[in-house]
């Protein structure tokens, strides 16, 4: 069962300007809600992460938006550049386990 | 600063063949997460350790399966025999104790069972 829905599954932004990719959970035994980025031949790695006590988080050009009610978080690329060209997992971890659930993915293309 | 080491990066082998994938964690990480990536089924947790412990395996597939961590720097993820639907990109991980989920992973084998 896909407990963690993501959405768009691919998509193509100019240089410049704002990638955005949205999931959504549905359980909400959740406490932690990590984003990955993975290139072509390599392992994912660990981007940004959000608590859910907390609506937004900030890394350089990275944002998180979480909004707990409606159980969405969201991933805001700024300024995306042709180097940001890779796929992008959500996750969520199981409140004070370790399993961490990911989403299906989504391929980001930043056309120079 | 070493990452996590993964071998072999390619394996093909012939359908009912054992096969051995190995994993070296990041030192003085004490978490090991072993997942697979397929593109029908995405990321999924097989199975994870704690501490050379296995904590939970309910992701491991089948009994063809199995894993073990004999010290804190070795893993294996063991297949017999093989069956090509086993084909896909297996990534091992590891962590931090206090951090409970995948931290860093290693590059990945890509299995190849004809």
């Given at each position: 069962?896909?407990?963690?829905?993501q959405?768009?599954?691919?998509?193509?932004?100019?240089?410049?300007?704002?990638?955005?990719?949205?999931?959504?959970?549905?359980?909400?035994?959740?406490d932690?809600?990590?984003?990955?980025?993975?290139?072509?031949?390599?392992?994912?790695?660990?981007?940004?992460?959000?608590?859910?006590?907390?609506?937004?988080?900030?890394?350089?050009?990275?944002?998180?938006?979480?909004?707990?009610?409606?159980?969405?978080?969201s991933?805001?690329?700024?300024?995306?550049?042709?180097?940001?060209?890779?796929?992008?997992?959500?996750?969520?971890?199981?409140?004070?386990?370790?399993?961490?659930?990911?989403?299906?993915?989504?391929?980001?293309?930043?056309?120079? | 600063?070493?990452?996590?080491?993964?071998?072999?990066?390619?394996?093909?082998?012939?359908?009912?063949?054992?096969?051995?994938?190995?994993?070296?964690?990041?030192?003085?990480?004490?978490?090991l997460?072993?997942?697979?990536?397929?593109?029908?089924?995405?990321?999924?947790?097989?199975?994870?350790?704690?501490?050379?412990?296995?904590i939970?395996?309910?992701?491991?597939?089948?009994?063809?399966?199995s894993?073990?961590?004999?010290?804190?720097?070795?893993?294996?993820?063991?297949?017999?025999?093989?069956?090509?639907?086993?084909?896909?990109?297996?990534?091992?991980?590891?962590?931090?104790?206090?951090?409970?989920?995948?931290?860093?992973?290693?590059?990945?084998?890509?299995?190849?069972?004809?």
């Amino acid at each position: 069962q896909q407990q963690v829905k993501q959405s768009p599954q691919s998509l193509i932004v100019q240089k410049g300007g704002i990638s955005i990719i949205n999931c959504a959970y549905e359980n909400t035994a959740f406490d932690y809600f990590p984003w990955y980025q993975q290139f072509p031949g390599k392992g994912p790695a660990l981007l940004i992460a959000i608590r859910p006590d907390v609506s937004e988080k900030k890394e350089g050009r990275f944002t998180i938006s979480f909004n707990k009610s409606a159980k969405q978080f969201s991933l805001h690329i700024m300024d995306s550049q042709p180097g940001d060209s890779a796929t992008y997992f959500c996750a969520a971890r199981n409140t004070g386990g370790f399993k961490t659930i990911f989403g299906a993915g989504t391929r980001l293309f930043v056309k120079a | 600063d070493a990452g996590v080491i993964q071998s072999p990066r390619h394996e093909v082998t012939e359908m009912g063949q054992e096969v051995t994938l190995r994993c070296k964690p990041i030192s003085g990480h004490n978490s090991l997460f072993w997942y697979r990536q397929t593109m029908m089924r995405g990321l999924e947790l097989l199975i994870y350790f704690n501490n050379n412990v296995p904590i939970d395996d309910s992701g491991m597939p089948e009994d063809r399966f199995s894993a073990k961590m004999p010290n804190a720097s070795f893993s294996t993820l063991k297949i017999q025999p093989s069956e090509p639907r086993d084909s896909a990109v297996y990534f091992c991980a590891s962590s931090r104790d206090r951090d409970r989920q995948p931290q860093h992973f290693g590059d990945g084998t890509r299995l190849s069972i004809l």
